[in-house]
């Protein structure tokens, strides 16, 4: 079975650009969250979706968004880049059957640079 | 607040060291705790799920532990290859689908 998959895997932006990462959950999965990862914070909650809807969000600013299409693959995008900004950008994916523990799957992330 | 501290933030040890990494959590209603290793630059690698208390889980050299305020990930014999950051994550009933992660234990293993 294939794992997470992101797109693009590198990234480098300048200041006030906008950004688009793609994340393809493992087959069957229905809910996709999205963690920014810098050395200074660790892993950061950014949002959740599940069946298209966004179901929990984190501490980050509007210009953080993201959606979740029909076939549960999920958009992020960043609007007017910060330098603050660089970070690697982690999918995960889990299962959510009802009883089930939800264990999440990450991808190999998207390194984004903004200069 | 839901709320996860992993200790120590660093540790070294030489290859057949024995030694044990510390996650102590406050979350209302635990859900599930999760343990990840992340090799540098890569996305975090699933390793465990504990649900309650007095719950263990092993696999090749770790074991997971659990009580109501702390799970441990021992390391037994350990080897090179098992360098890496090890991250432990909580879930709670009450914060709904949100997994919370510590900052993780940096391990290396010096042949």
């Known amino acids: 079975k294939a794992g997470v998959t992101q797109t693009p895997r590198y990234l480098i932006k300048t200041r006030g650009q906008q950004v688009t990462l793609s994340c393809s959950p493992i087959?069957?999965?229905?809910?996709v969250s999205w963690y920014q990862q810098t050395p200074g914070q660790g892993l950061q909650f950014l949002f959740e979706?599940?069946?298209?809807?966004?179901?929990n969000k984190g501490n980050f600013p509007g210009r953080f968004s993201g959606r979740q299409f029909s076939n549960s693959r999920s958009e992020m995008n960043v609007s007017t880049l910060e330098l603050g900004d660089s970070a690697l950008y982690l999918c995960?994916?889990?299962?959510?059957?009802?009883?089930?523990?939800?264990?999440?799957?990450f991808g190999p992330g998207t390194r984004l640079t903004v200069l | 607040e839901d709320q996860v501290t992993q200790s120590p933030e660093a540790l070294r040890l030489q290859e057949g060291e024995s030694s044990s990494l510390n996650c102590s959590y406050t979350?209302?209603?635990?859900?599930?705790l999760f343990w990840y290793r992340q090799d540098p630059g890569k996305g975090p690698e699933f390793l465990f799920t504990l649900y309650s208390a007095g719950e263990e889980k092993e696999k090749e050299r770790l074991k997971a532990t659990l009580t109501k305020k702390e799970s441990f990930l021992h390391i037994t014999a350990p080897k090179p290859e098992d360098s890496a950051t090890y991250l432990c994550a909580v879930q709670g009933y009450s914060s709904a689908s949100k997994i919370i992660f510590g900052s993780g234990t940096r391990l290396s293993i010096r042949p």
């Open positions: 995960a994916s889990s299962l959510e059957l009802a009883g089930s523990y939800n264990e999440q799957f």
């Open positions: 979350v209302s209603g635990l859900r599930g």
């Open positions: 087959s069957g999965h229905r809910s």
């Open positions: 979706y599940f069946s298209e809807t966004q179901r």
